[in-house]
C-alpha cells in the first residue's frame, strides 16, 4: 500500500523558515516526479514547487523555498525561507511515477502569523 508522510508544518511568524518533508513507500515503482502543492481557505490548490530532471517554481515563492530530493530514501524536501503570512496554507506532497500513477500526501498546516 502506497503511503506519502509528510512532516515540517507549523506556526512561524513572518521572516522565519520551516523545512517540509515527505517520505514516499510501499510500491516499487520508480518516482518521475516530485512535487508540493498548497491549497489555503477558499483558494485553488496551486503547484508550489517540483523536481524531476529540473526543478521548477511557482513565482511566488521564487528564491525563497527550495525543493530537493534525496533518491534513496524516497524523500522530497521543501525548504520556506522568509515566509508570509500569503504562504499560509495547507501543503501536501505529491508523487509521480514513471508509469504515471500519482499520489497525494494528507497535508500538513503552515501557518505564518506574527
Known amino acids: 500500500q502506497v503511503q506519502l508522510v509528510e512532516s515540517g508544518g507549523g506556526l512561524v511568524q513572518p521572516g522565519e523558515s520551516l523545512k517540509l518533508s515527505c517520505t514516499y513507500s510501499g510500491s516499487s515503482r520508480s518516482i518521475f516526479r516530485m512535487a508540493w502543492y498548497r491549497q489555503a481557505p477558499r483558494k485553488q490548490r496551486e503547484q508550489v514547487a517540483s523536481i524531476a530532471r529540473t526543478t521548477t517554481y511557482a513565482d511566488s515563492v521564487k528564491g525563497r523555498f527550495s525543493i530537493s530530493r534525496d533518491n534513496t530514501e524516497n524523500t522530497v524536501y521543501l525548504q520556506m525561507n522568509a515566509l508570509k503570512p500569503e504562504d499560509t496554507a495547507v501543503y501536501y506532497c505529491?508523487?509521480?511515477?514513471?508509469?504515471?500513477?500519482?499520489?497525494w500526501g494528507q497535508g500538513v498546516q503552515v501557518t505564518v502569523s506574527s
Open positions: 505529491y508523487v509521480q511515477t514513471v508509469t504515471k500513477d500519482y499520489f
